[in-house]
Nanobody, 124 residues
Framework: QVQLVESGGGLVQAGGSLRLSCAASGGTFSSYTMGWFRQVSGKEREFVAVITWSGRSTYYADSVKGRFTISRDNAKNTVYLQMNNLKPEDTAVYYC?????????????????WGQGTQVTVSS
């Protein structure tokens, strides 16, 4: 069983930056594809970014491309989401997720393991 714990959320002004972290335990982190999703209350969970097990391949939602960067450190069992030039519409609870296999998975249903989420609020 894989446990995921996100951290790094908070309140930031528009144009600012945050870095989210997701620490994994209980599984073979280096074999998992890792994803970041976000969700606004009352809306469906939305894909943000994904990174394959090696870290060599990434994919982003159009809404964050060029502003967000996903990366991972397999030695630390941690995946990161660097968020720059934040906008009020980026406000959401951000979740990390994990699954086996290596592909650009983008649907929440593709992922077996989820963290509890971390709130990101961007003020205008």
């Amino acid at each position: 069983q894989v446990q995921l714990v996100e951290s790094g959320g908070g309140l930031v002004q528009a144009g600012g930056s945050l870095r989210l972290s997701c620490a994994a335990s209980g599984g073979t982190f280096s074999s998992y594809t890792m994803g970041w999703f976000r969700q606004v209350s009352g809306k469906e969970r939305e894909f943000v970014a994904v990174i394959t097990w090696s870290g060599r391949s990434t994919y982003y939602a159009d809404s964050v491309k060029g502003r967000f960067t996903i990366s991972r450190d397999n030695a630390k069992n941690t995946v990161y989401l660097q968020m720059n030039n934040l906008k009020p519409e980026d406000t959401a609870v951000y979740y990390c997720a994990a699954r086996g296999g290596s592909s650009w998975y983008r649907n929440p249903s593709d992922f077996a393991y989820w963290g509890q989420g971390t709130q990101v609020t961007v003020s205008s």
